[in-house]
């Protein structure tokens, strides 16, 4: 019991105390998860668009096939990618694995199917006037595109909150491919199950903390992002 | 001669098994104001929306400006920028209702300062230019369709599409938007009209048919004069021609439309006492056999038409340039337009 109240008091004096190590393995977090989730969003919101939107063959089976990748482990993604990037793999040359750039191109693996489908489904919940009030109006497809987007930007940007929470959260990925290499691949989630195997979980405490409260301010500015637009 | 505006030829619409739509032949007048009318469920939005290149036909031709749409070397895209439909319930973008009018111009890289401008001055067109700056989805329906209009306007579109356009509009803007649609042809607009109110059709143009079913009915019921409502001897009259002053039963007076069913006026070679309170005589300018039934034209000052059956026909014997007289009760006309006095 006592145990359990120190390891509690000294990750709240790591946190109070802007503990360097907290405070880089945090930003680390921030900056992966963002850049896999600005990446995933580039490709996966025009994707989204597309399948959503667009009438052709074999659309119902790529939605089966998006909806069922939305299921993959990140052991699973992990590991196929070790098995690239490794020195023996098929991109070994490119000597990727244990790098930050590795666990970037895992999550955004992660979360293509994600956000894209999160995209499609917020494209046809879209009121279907929108695009055909764009298009009697002289709208091109792009220009069509960015005004369903803007219609319907909450439900879009809820999909690219989705994709950042769980790359953020994920442990699988960044284990394998980043290696939990201390100030340059140890993430909040892989400092976490490294601190509780040693026993020391004031560390991954206060990480845990660190991790709730992006999670907190995530969905607060979803909660602002998706607000009644007001006046213009 | 010029091409139609609009031009349609065996077209045919289906939703799965459904069909809703087959017009044999349908065309617009460029520089006219044409009116589909039609109950709800007869086909006029998927006829406008196909018109709009917004929803494509299941077969048959469209043609639009003379450029036939079904053709590979037509860009849809460039066609559709030279028309407009305006939707029966208008959407609005989360925007001002400036900027939404301001949309079709900005989607056609107009400048922002010119397209702004060119924006208010259709909001002031449809008299919404306190509104400019207020967000257009929080705008009542009926205000909503006006800055819709604006919106299409502000396009200064060849051809205008109009759903249902003066649905939930009050009447002072009522009559502001007849007017304002009514003059479009002069500012070299082609409008077409779909609307399941006849008053509303013929207030805004002569030119209507009927959409039964999904299918055109090139002719209306009949019988469509425009005249004023007048009083004689207290009773409700109004004067088609020199020789035909026609009794009503009708609160209404002033400028109105006058519609007479063919099915109900009853042709006779003398003039019997009966409670009809309109009989005219009259010559018989034209006799077309219709399924069954016999359309007759009689000449009573202006031309009027009795479906009469073929049966009858025959047994009256008929004949083109015969004398015959016209009757019809006062009840059996419809009035449009008009006012309460």
Known sequence: ?232 | MTAPAVEVRGLVKEFGSRRVLDVQHFAVVPGSVCAVVGPNGSGKTTLLSILALLEPPSSGSVALFGEDVSSSRTDARRLRRRMVMVHEEPWMFHTSALGNVAYGLSARGVDRRLSRERAAGALETVGMSHAAAWPAPRLSAGEKRRVAIARALAIRPELLLLDEPLADVDAASVMRLERIIRELPCEGTTVLVATHRLDIALGLTDRCVGLMSGAIAEALPGNHFVGTIEEEDGEPVVRLGPRCTVRLATPLRGPAHVMIDPRTIILSRSVPPSSARNHFPGRITALAVEGECVRVTVDVGVPMTALITERSSREMHLHLGEEVSVLFKAVSLAVYGGRTE
């Open chain 1, 1 to 232: 019991m006592n145990w359990t109240l120190d390891q509690f008091t000294e990750a709240f004096r790591l946190l109070t105390t802007m503990d360097r190590e907290v405070l880089g393995i945090a930003a680390l977090s921030l900056g992966l998860a963002t850049a896999s989730t600005v990446l995933a969003t580039l490709a996966g919101v025009p994707l989204g668009l597309v399948i959503g939107l667009g009438r052709f063959r074999g659309k119902r089976l790529l939605t089966t096939v998006l909806h069922a990748s939305l299921a993959l482990p990140t052991v699973l993604i992990g590991l196929v990618l070790y098995s690239v990037l490794s020195r023996r793999g098929l991109f070994g040359d490119a000597q990727l694995l244990y790098t930050r750039t590795a666990i970037v191109i895992g999550q955004f693996i992660l979360i293509l199917p994600l956000i894209t489908a999160l995209t499609q489904a917020a494209a046809e919940g879209v009121d279907r006037r929108v695009r055909l009030t764009a298009m009697t109006l002289g709208a091109g497809r792009a220009r069509q595109a960015t005004t369903i987007l803007s219609e319907g930007r909450g439900t879009f940007l809820a999909a690219i909150v989705a994709g950042f929470g769980r790359v953020f959260g994920e442990v699988g990925i960044s284990m394998m491919l980043g290696g939990n290499i201390r100030s340059y691949t140890r993430t909040v989630t892989t400092a976490i199950a490294l601190q509780t195997a040693k026993g020391e979980i004031a560390l991954g405490i206060a990480l845990g903390i660190v991790l709730l409260a992006f999670a907190l301010a995530v969905n607060l500015l979803l909660v602002w992002l998706r607000r009644k637009p007001e006046e213009p």
